[in-house]
């Protein structure tokens, strides 16, 4: 047998090609057409994780079932599957994290609104807490200027009584 990677020979018995052939319902010759190494086996899974079958067919000049053929026939065929559900569940996560981002930004977005709401009531309270103490600044103010002349208009009037010396 000739490894379809690393193109190293293999010795093997009838027995064994015949099982493998049966194990995967093609004949010896196709099993034989598509045997991969251990050692390029791993090599190969790693190259379709990383980069997935299209790109690593076209690095190996093969077709993209060739290379499904070389991964399942020689003891990766769950590989396949579970490479496929773990996409599957990465762009599953990837599209709720989109939901949840969408979500955020409303919530932020009424955040924002509730808390501009709340800026713009503390302003008009300061706004006029401020008129209040203007005015009651200019009461004090004249009150201050009332009792001046109220006090100023008795010492008149105690001048006025009081007998000349």
Same mark, same amino acid.
């Given at each position: ?60 000049? &093969?077709?993209?079932?060739?290379? &499904? ?13 579970? @490479? ?56 004090? &103010?004249? &009150?201050? @200027? ?20």
């Amino acid at each position: 047998m000739v490894c379809q990677i690393t193109g190293n020979e293999r010795i093997s018995n009838a027995t064994y090609l015949t099982d493998k052939a049966y194990k995967y319902g093609v004949t010896v010759t196709e099993w034989k057409a598509f045997y991969v190494s251990k050692s390029a086996l791993q090599g190969l899974k790693n190259e379709v994780e990383d980069n997935g079958v299209p790109a690593t067919a076209k690095f190996h000049t &093969r077709t993209e079932e060739d290379i &499904r053929k070389m991964v399942s026939y020689n003891g990766g065929g769950g590989f396949l599957k579970k @490479l496929h559900e773990k996409k599957a569940k990465a762009a599953k996560k990837r599209e709720l994290k989109k939901t949840e981002v969408a979500i955020s930004t409303e919530d932020a977005a009424v955040a924002l609104e509730l808390a501009q709401a709340e800026i713009e009531r503390t302003k008009e309270a300061i706004v006029k807490k401020n008129q209040t103490s203007e005015k009651d600044r200019k009461n004090a &103010r004249r &009150r201050e @200027l009332y009792a001046e002349k109220k006090r100023q208009r008795a010492k008149n009037r105690a001048g006025r009584l009081l007998p000349t010396q």
